[in-house]
């Protein structure tokens, strides 16, 4: 066990609690695990969960909000932990992505708009057709 793992021992979650501050299912963070996202100490068959698990936990969250893929937000994790020097790089990649995904949700958000639009005009048009029908089936 590292020194900065020894330390967190002191701030630890376990999976449970992981799960009720973060609203994920244990299923999930065992998969973040396997895709090597997450790296809870292990003792025996508990997991327990340190204040930087968490804080990758909000950035994967947050990063599958915006639709970001696993692998762009491993990418951007990974550029974090292996040199804080790095921290410009990082902050260019994730405004270069970040740039790029909000395109395609303005595209979709329009796209969604456009539809919503027309199906509006559908219900118009249909409930003006069932107005007309029942007039002249009353008549």
């Known amino acids: 066990m ?32 396997q895709k090597e996202l997450l790296f809870p100490i292990r003792q025996g068959t508990r997991r327990l969960f340190t204040r930087r698990d968490r ?19 491993r990418q951007l994790l990974d550029m974090y932990d292996h040199n804080p020097v790095q921290q410009a790089v990082q902050l260019e990649r994730t405004y270069e992505l970040a740039n790029e995904r909000l395109k395609v949700m303005e595209q979709q958000r329009d796209e969604l708009n456009e539809a919503i639009d027309e199906l509006k005009a559908q219900l118009a048009w249909g409930e003006d057709m069932l107005k007309s029908l029942r007039k002249s089936g009353a008549a």
Request: a positive charge; proline letters at 2%.
């Open 2 to 33: 590292s020194k900065n793992q020894v330390s967190d021992l002191t701030d630890v979650m376990t999976i449970r609690e992981m799960c009720d501050a973060h609203e994920v299912t244990p299923r999930t963070l065992r998969f973040y695990e």
């Open 55 to 73: 804080a990758r936990l909000k950035l994967i969250l947050r990063g599958k909000r915006f639709g970001f893929s696993l692998e762009d937000i």
